[in-house]
């Protein structure tokens, strides 16, 4: 089967086998360029929102790059529940 009305300036076909095919978006349209930051900054404070299973207490050094764990809480109940400490790792690179 050849579908070629879908390529665009904004997606290819990158593969295909058969009647499968692999089309890659070129560009992300969810996020434009002119909101990108805000974008980012409401998706870092839905996350932290976010009930967590493991929690870290640090601290960072700047000058000497240093990253102390002073303390770590498990939540057990946090076991079935989506949650993630991504904000964790955009803290510390975000200095």
Same mark, same amino acid.
């Given at each position: 089967?050849?579908? =070629?009305?879908f390529?665009? @300036? #904004? $997606? %290819? ?13 070129? /560009? ?9 930051? #805000?974008e980012? /900054? ?5 996350? *932290?929102?976010?009930?967590?299973m493991?929690?870290? $207490?640090?601290?960072? =050094? *700047? =000058? #000497?790059?240093?990253?102390?764990? *002073? %303390? #770590?809480?498990?939540? $057990?109940?946090?076991?079935? %529940? =989506? ?7 955009? @803290?510390?690179?975000?200095?």
């Amino acid at each position: 089967m050849n579908i =070629k009305n879908f390529e665009n @300036e #904004t $997606r %290819k076909f990158v593969a295909g086998n058969g009647n499968f095919h692999v089309l890659e978006y070129m /560009l992300d349209s969810s996020v434009s360029p002119a909101n990108a930051s #805000t974008e980012y /900054l409401n998706l870092l404070e839905a996350i *932290k929102k976010q009930e967590k299973m493991i929690s870290n $207490r640090y601290e960072i =050094k *700047k =000058k #000497t790059f240093d990253i102390k764990i *002073k %303390k #770590t809480d498990y939540n $057990r109940d946090g076991i079935n %529940k =989506k949650n993630s400490n991504i904000e964790e790792f955009f @803290e510390i690179i975000d200095w």
